[in-house]
């Protein structure tokens, strides 16, 4: 493009120097004297000559094809912003620049009328500044008009946004280019501006026919990058928050809870155990099975079934069971964060900021849903608030479900059937690492032993219920299966009551299972579960309530998430996804979580407008059905039911499971009852409080747990005791000794090992522990930790770590302040 000429600036320069402007009187005598209108009659152009013009530009700009592929190689690669420029269409070229000059000048000469004023340089016309947006405007008609010409100038803004740190780069461009507001630093200002005035509480919904499900979890973020200059042990700085939501349900009825009638609990309350809804909802699952294999005989009187799979099984469940949340979905708000969930004062104050955010009376009800860890001290803020109705997160408690099975079948060959299915990590499998993962896994065995299970029945004439009936030291694999295949199925109730929305299910599920939490060693999930149900059956109308919508319906049928689970996706995920800034700053974090969603919606406005709005297609995710190895495995199973001595078949001789014999059957017949009884103690114990309580025993498993180190050690090799040759012998060949060299050598050997026998003899001392006596000059630089009630934080501890010997890590500290705030209480 040719450079403006200097004109316009001698004008405004001349305009501006030394001359004053006339007065209005003055101008308006001249004008009377000379006969000159001092009214204007402006000729205007009307919508249909805009329309024209537009109209031929377009027409110029499609019949400048040919021209424009004639100088490809400007448009595509042009050695300077000026090469570029000169081969775009002449008549939008001229249209543009006459435009942007004009308004240029106008605001140029603004701006030099004020800085007048204030004795100020003044500014001269940016011809450059035109070259920009000239660049990009006809960059984007042409590159819309004939989108496969490649242009120079699209084609680069693609790749700068593929590089993350050149974002500042692009974003600086834009703002030049005037198609961004303001530059990023004032975007920071205005964003925490926009962030201190927030108020998530204002879009409740504050009808009385609405359902607060309060939810909270904790939320923690990690810095990206260890801190400037740490090269050795220093951690990585974290930050921790109390995530509050609530998922509003707006009930077909008001459901008033003034007074609320409460269920009286004793000794004789039945809570825990199969009820008979339960068996009848294992016998359907049974019946599904035989239906589907379909059991036919062929000609020669050989038994024919259909080969089932894990998808066929799941359809015909959820076909026969009735769906609940048949209500509009909950308003979802993300609330204002309380401080780190590792203390209860911090979580009491998260259920006071509740209440003050739905404006609840001192007798009304709150009803908050976590996990386990937190609903253990949601028990214990009962004490301070009455009024607290803790509600245990399914989605967590089904994860440890999972993980209590493996426990109690894992001297039973859980891990071998695993393997046989295709599972490489049976330590992941082994600590639930991954969810779906896991309960894929499960279910697949659930499905080949049921299958292994009724076949043999088929095939034995014998009926379901005689199985445990058996004499004591027969069928000791089939016994033991069928005991997997009815507790999973007890599990897969509990499932199917979450992502259908059945509340029925999901209680009777976790009523049947509660059991195994203590057999499997699971105390803290014992104690939890036993709070909760007997919370169900004391408030009435929370059950009511939690009967129309027992999860939360944010997603088709069939998979609706369980409120924990859902606190999860629509909360700490959408947080992490929306989160900037420094997350590890405290202030900084409460300030992002609490107006996360008013940013966002800021930004869904524009991409809905231009984007559209996006509507995912849900389908069913393409799995791997592994129909041969799972009906091998049916086959496997098979043939070990038959077997007098099961851990001789092939299936089970990589691990050897230690439990699969008669004293294995006794354990695991006997543990459920065992934690039935034990679990009922609880209940006296934490509940009604009838009984002191007593956690000694709590922990102990009712079966033996094989853990995946020891299936190791199993597989370690043995040494090789056979003595190396010597270089000068032949490979192969002993040598040849004398009979008084081998009585001398026998000899000496029974010396060496009377004097290793000796030692073993004697006694050992024992290793003392060297106890580290803390100085009073540290003493004296750990005395600002202790002013504290909550625990320090990572970077507190640094600091002080700072002032202290290298004797001193964080684990050390951390348990100093632990040990003195102990001792404080105690003395209190």
Known sequence: MVSQPDISNTLDKSLYSNHSAPSYFILKTVMKLNQIPIEFQEEELNELKYKEIGREMGQNLWQSYKCLKKNINNLQTPESLNDYISVFPGSLT????????????????ESNRKRLLKEKSLKELDSQKINHLLSLLISALINFTFPYLNLWLPNVLASLCRRPKLLSSLHDLLT???????????????EKTRMKSADPSKRLLTEKNVFNLAVIDNIDFKERSFQFGNIYDVTRGTSHATLRMVFQFSLPEVIVE???????????????????????????????????????????????????????????????????????????????????????????RATEMYRRDFSLEENDFLDICADEAIFRRLIKCRNKSENIRPILGQWHTSKDMMSALVTLFSSYGIYDLATALGVKFLDKFAAVIDYRSTRR????????????INIYLQKSKIKIEEILSCPANEKICLRIWYLYYEWFAIWKTHLTGIRCGNYELQKFGLAAFAPLFPAAGKSNYATSVTHFLANLEKYPLLEKKLR??????????????????????????????????????????????????????RIDTLLNEFLGTYTYQHKDRNTNNRIEPLWKLVHDLLEAFEMDNPINHDLFKKNSPPQLNQEGLIKINQAYMDGLKRIKEIFRQEV?????????????????????????????????????????QSSGVLPIQSNEQVLQSVKGNLKRASIELDNQNEPQPKRQRIRIITTEEEKQILSCLLQKETIPTETEINEVLSKLSQEWNIQRVKRYWNNNIRHKKKSK
């Not at 190791?712 to 270089?727: A, D, I, L, Q, Y």
């Open 176 to 190: 030049k280019c005037s198609i961004i507001g303001h530059t990023n630093r004032h975007e920071r200002r205005l």
């Open 94 to 109: 001229n249209f543009f620049e006459s435009m942007l000059t004009t308004i240029l000048e106008r605001k140029t000469a």
């Open 548 to 601: 129309l919508c027992a999860s939360i319906n944010l997603a088709r049928e069939g998979h609706y998430p369980a409120f924990d689970e859902a606190l999860e996706t629509h909360g700490v995920a959408y947080i992490k996804q929306n989160i900037t800034g420094n997350s590890c700053n405290q202030e900084n974090l409460e300030l992002q979580i609490k107006a996360t969603q008013e940013e966002r919606n």
């Open 688 to 728: 009604i409080k009838t009984e002191a309580i007593n956690t000694k025993g709590r922990r102990v498993l009712s079966v033996m747990k094989t853990k995946i180190s020891d299936l190791s050690k199993n597989k370690k090799p043995r040494k090789n005791t056979v003595p190396k040759n010597n270089g000068n």
């Open 441 to 452: 896994v499960l279910e697949l065995i659930w499905v080949a032993v049921g299958a292994a």
């Open 258 to 348: 003034k007074p609320e009638p409460i269920r009286d609990l004793n000794i004789d309350t039945q809570i825990f155990g199969i009820s008979q809804e339960m068996r009848d909802i294992i016998f359907k699952i049974n019946e599904i099975f035989i239906s589907l294999l379909a059991f036919r005989y062929n000609e020669r009187q050989e038994l024919e079934y259909n080969k089932i799979d894990l998808t066929a099984i799941n359809s015909e469940i959820l076909r026969q069971t009735e769906f609940g949340c048949n209500l509009p979905p909950p308003n979802v708000v993300i609330l204002e964060p309380s401080g780190s969930p590792n203390d209860d004062n911090e979580i009491l």
